[in-house]
C-alpha cells in the first residue's frame, strides 16, 4: 500500500479537483506524478540524443564548421552563409531535390498501390493460403536494407547479373554493353524497385490488418443497396480503413524521403556519381567525405525542414480522426 | 445476404494443391467477410498466390542460391545455380573474419534490446495507462521524433561521440541506437499495454495490490509478447542499421556486420558468391525472427494505430 499513501499529496497538488470521481485508487494514481516518473528515462533518453543534436545541427549550420575547428575545438560563425551558398546552388535544384522529392513520391505511390493491392489480393484468400502469402511477404519485409540493396545491384550486375544475362540471351542488349548505374534514371529506377519491394510488406500487412476492423454489416448493406464492387471499396473499405491509411502514407513518406543506405551502397551511389545524389547522401559526402561540416549541417537542416512539413500536413489530417 | 457469403464462396475453389479439401472448408467458412471474393476466380487467385510469393521471395531465393554457387559469374540466365558448395560460408566465416563483426552486431543489437525494451515499457504504461495533462503531447512528441532524419543528426552525434571518446565503441552506438528504437517502441508497446483489461489490474488494486506489485504480477506478464515483438524489431533495427555503424566504427576490428560486408567489395569488381554468403549471414537470423514474431508484431501496429 506504500504507493496508495504517497498518491494522495501529488494528487492534491495537480490537477486539482474538477476530474470526475470514479475509482478512489485509479483516480489518485492518475493524478500524480507517477506517469511522468514512468516517461522520465524514455524522455531524457529522447532529448539528449534526438533534440540535443537537432540544437546542435542547427548550431552548426550556421558556421563554417572544418576539420580544423573540429580539431581545435573552436565556432566558426557565418550567418546564413550556408544556406545562401545551397539555395542558390543550380545543383541542388537540378539534381538532388528531384532526385529527393521525385524518388519519394514515385515510391510513396507505389508502394501504396502494391501495399494495398496484396492487402486486398490477401484478404479474399482463405486462411491457409493467406499465412503462407504473408509468411512470404514478412521475409521481403524482414530482409535487411544492407542485404536487399546488395541483391538487387547483383541482379542488375551489368556484366554477370542475371538481367543483363536474360537480356544478352534473348539478343536484346549485349551484356557489359552498359552500365545502368551510371545513368541517373536507371538508377532510380533500380532504387525504386529496391525500396519499393522492401516497403510494401509493412502496407500490405497494416491496411489487411486494418480491412479486418471494418464491420461487414457495412458491406451487406452497401450490397443491399445496388454497390458493386468497386463503389464498395471506395465507399465502404476506404472510409473503413482511412485512419490506418494515413498513418502508412505518413510513414512511408517519411522513411522514402530520407532514403540513405539504399542509394550509398549502390555503384556510385556514396556521392562518386554526383547525378544520383539525394539529400542525404549530399549531406553526408559534404560533411564526411569533403570535412566541410557546416555545409553538412545545412543541407541536413533543410532535408528535416522538409520531413517536418509533410509530416505536419500528415499529422493534421491525422488529428481530425481524434485517434490518439 | 448474411449467410450466403460462406455458401458461395465455398465453390470458389481449391487454389493450387490443397492440403485435404474438406478441412480447408471449414477454416474457410470460419472466416466472415470475403466480398472481394466473388470477382476474383479460382484461376486468378492461384495466379496472384504464385506473383505474390515469386515477387516476395525471388530476390531472397537470389541471395541464397548464389550464396551456394561454387561459379557465380558464370551462371548466367540460369535461374538454378551452377553446384552447391560451401565454400562462400567458409571464406567468409573462417578466412575473411566476418565472425568478429557477427559477434560486434551481436553486442551492440543485444544491449539495444535490453536498455531500450526496459524504458520502453515504463513509457508505454505512463501513456496507455494513465491519463494526465500533455499526454497528447508526449504522443505527439513520440510520432515527431520518429520523422527526424537519422541523416541530419549523424554528423552532431558524431562530433558528440567522438568529444566524448565514443566512436570505436559498442557502448557509443547502443547509445545512439537507443535514439531511434525508443520512440518505435514506446508506441507499439502502447498498444499491447492498453490491450490488457483495466478490471485485471483494479482486480489487483482491490486485493490490496500496490502499483508495483501490480506491475510486476499482472501488467508485465500479459504484455510479455509485446515486449517480445518489440524486442525483435529493436534488435532488427540495431542489427541493420548501417549510416552510423559506417561513421562511428572507423577501426575495422570493431566493424558491425552491415559495414563488414563492404570489405568483399575491391575497386570496380566483387567477389558475389561470398557477398552473398555474408548477406545471408546477416539476413537468415532477421528473417527468422521476424516470421515469428509476425502476428504478435502486426497486432501490435495496428493497435498502436487506431486504439487508445
Not at chain 1, 126 to 155: D, E, K, N
Not at chain 2, 160 to 173: D, I, W
Not at chain 2, 257 to 273: C, E, K
Request: aromatic content about 12%; proline content about 5%; some cysteine.
Amino acid at each position: 500500500m506504500s504507493a496508495a499513501t504517497s498518491t494522495p499529496k501529488n494528487a492534491a497538488n495537480a490537477t486539482g479537483t474538477l476530474e470526475r470521481r470514479r475509482v478512489p485508487v485509479r483516480r489518485r494514481l492518475q493524478r500524480g506524478s507517477a506517469p511522468w516518473l514512468l516517461l522520465a528515462p524514455g524522455l531524457v533518453t529522447l532529448a539528449v540524443l534526438l533534440l540535443w543534436p537537432l540544437v546542435r545541427v542547427l548550431n552548426l549550420s550556421i558556421q563554417d564548421y572544418r576539420l580544423r575547428n573540429l580539431i581545435r575545438g573552436d565556432s566558426n560563425y557565418t550567418g546564413l552563409t550556408n544556406y545562401r551558398e545551397i539555395l542558390s546552388d543550380p545543383f541542388l535544384w537540378g539534381t538532388v531535390l528531384p532526385n529527393t522529392v521525385g524518388f519519394a513520391i514515385v515510391c510513396v505511390v507505389l508502394t501504396m498501390v502494391v501495399g494495398i493491392v496484396v492487402a486486398l489480393f490477401l484478404n479474399s484468400l482463405g486462411t491457409w493460403w493467406r499465412s503462407i502469402c504473408t509468411t512470404a511477404i514478412m521475409v521481403a519485409w524482414a530482409v535487411p536494407a544492407i542485404t536487399g540493396t546488395y541483391v538487387f545491384v547483383w541482379l542488375f550486375d551489368p556484366l554477370n547479373g542475371l538481367v543483363a544475362s536474360t537480356l544478352d540471351q534473348l539478343g536484346i542488349m549485349e551484356a557489359g554493353s552498359w552500365n545502368w548505374f551510371a545513368n541517373r534514371w536507371a538508377f532510380y529506377a533500380i532504387a525504386t524497385a529496391n525500396v519499393v519491394y522492401h516497403g510494401f510488406p509493412f502496407i500490405a500487412v497494416t491496411v489487411l490488418a486494418g480491412l479486418g476492423t471494418v464491420p461487414k454489416e457495412l458491406y451487406e448493406a452497401a450490397a443491399l443497396d445496388g454497390a458493386g464492387p468497386l463503389s464498395r471499396f471506395r465507399s465502404v473499405t476506404i472510409p473503413g480503413i482511412r485512419p490506418i491509411l494515413a498513418v502508412c502514407i505518413i510513414l512511408s513518406t517519411i522513411w522514402d524521403f530520407k532514403v540513405f543506405t539504399q542509394i550509398y551502397l549502390m555503384p556510385g551511389g556514396n556521392g562518386t556519381n554526383r547525378d544520383v545524389m539525394n539529400l542525404g547522401v549530399w549531406s553526408y559526402s559534404e560533411s564526411f567525405a569533403q570535412g566541410l561540416y557546416g555545409r553538412g549541417s545545412a543541407i541536413a537542416v533543410l532535408l528535416t525542414l522538409l520531413l517536418l512539413v509533410i509530416s505536419v500536413i500528415y499529422m493534421r489530417s491525422l488529428m481530425k480522426e481524434d485517434e490518439l | 445476404m448474411s449467410t450466403a457469403p460462406a455458401d458461395r464462396t465455398a465453390p470458389a475453389g481449391p487454389v493450387g494443391p490443397a492440403p485435404t479439401a474438406a478441412e480447408r472448408t471449414a477454416q474457410r467458412a470460419a472466416i466472415r467477410r470475403r466480398s472481394p471474393r466473388r470477382i476474383v476466380t479460382a484461376a486468378g487467385k492461384a495466379v496472384g498466390v504464385v506473383l505474390v510469393l515469386v515477387f516476395s521471395l525471388f530476390p531472397f531465393y537470389w541471395m541464397l542460391s548464389t550464396a551456394v554457387d561454387p561459379n557465380p559469374l558464370g551462371r548466367g540466365a540460369s535461374w538454378l545455380p551452377t553446384g552447391f558448395t560451401l565454400k562462400n560460408f567458409r571464406f567468409v566465416l573462417v578466412d575473411a573474419g566476418f565472425l568478429d563483426y557477427v559477434k560486434n552486431s551481436a553486442i551492440v543489437a543485444l544491449g539495444t534490446v535490453l536498455i531500450s525494451g526496459a524504458i520502453a515499457l515504463l513509457a508505454a504504461v505512463a501513456v496507455a495507462r494513465f491519463r494526465f495533462r500533455l499526454r497528447t503531447q508526449v504522443l505527439i512528441l513520440v510520432l515527431l521524433v520518429q520523422m527526424v532524419p537519422l541523416e541530419a543528426l549523424v554528423i552532431p552525434l558524431f562530433l558528440q561521440a567522438r568529444n566524448l571518446h565514443l566512436l570505436n565503441s559498442m557502448l557509443g552506438l547502443i547509445i545512439v541506437y537507443l535514439a531511434f528504437s525508443l520512440p518505435f517502441a514506446i508506441w507499439n508497446l502502447r498498444g499491447f499495454v492498453a490491450a490488457v483489461p483495466k478490471e485485471l489490474e483494479e482486480a489487483a488494486y482491490v486485493d490490496g495490490a500496490n502499483w508495483l506489485r501490480m506491475f510486476r504480477s499482472i501488467l508485465f506478464p500479459l504484455v510479455a509478447p509485446g515486449l517480445v515483438a518489440t524486442s525483435v524489431f529493436s534488435f532488427i533495427t540495431a542489427w541493420n542499421e548501417f549510416i552510423f555503424a559506417l561513421t562511428f566504427m572507423q577501426d575495422s576490428s570493431k566493424y558491425t556486420v552491415g559495414v563488414g560486408l563492404r570489405s568483399f567489395f575491391t575497386q570496380n569488381t566483387a567477389n558475389w558468391g561470398a557477398v552473398m554468403a555474408a548477406s545471408t549471414i546477416i539476413a537468415l537470423p532477421v528473417v527468422i525472427f521476424f516470421v515469428l514474431v509476425q502476428r504478435n508484431l502486426a497486432s501490435g501496429l495496428t493497435q498502436g494505430a487506431v486504439k487508445g
